[in-house]
């Protein structure tokens, strides 16, 4: 009985932290960016870079989908404190800004970056140089 109870627990964790089999072809960027809103709420980041990246993956030629994606994933990023990574993906979306595409683009997200951009530098600010450099990449 103890070992029905260890491998059902078992299963159970797994479970929750098992990426999906397959995503239905139908599915909308914005059901995926609801995914991946959710698995953030339950800071299961892999899960919800997963969705964003299939976003990407299936709606590559779509500016507005592409920049919901990307700002997504350098928001996981940023609330994994992975601020070396999220600041260079920030900046990335920012450019984008300047570029010709960037009529397609949701002003939300220049926003938005910038913001994230500004809490960035305070948080490096008020940290040590010496963890700076042990902060993730």
Known sequence: MRTLLVCLTALF?????????AIN?????????????????RDQH???IYYYEEI???FSNNDEKVCD????IASVHYKQRRYKL???EF????????GPSSKNLPKKYQILSKIRLERIAEKQ???PKFLQRLEKT
């Open 13 to 21: 964790i797994t479970a929750c932290f098992s990426f999906p089999a």
């Open 25 to 41: 072809n139908n599915t909308t960027a914005e059901e995926l960016v609801q995914y991946a809103q959710t698995a953030m709420d």
């Open 46 to 48: 892999k899960l919800a």
């Open 56 to 58: 990407l993956k299936r």
């Open 69 to 72: 994606a990307e700002y997504g």
């Open 86 to 88: 999220a600041k260079e």
């Open 91 to 98: 900046e990335e979306i920012l450019q984008k800004y300047n």
């Open 125 to 127: 600010k008020s940290v």
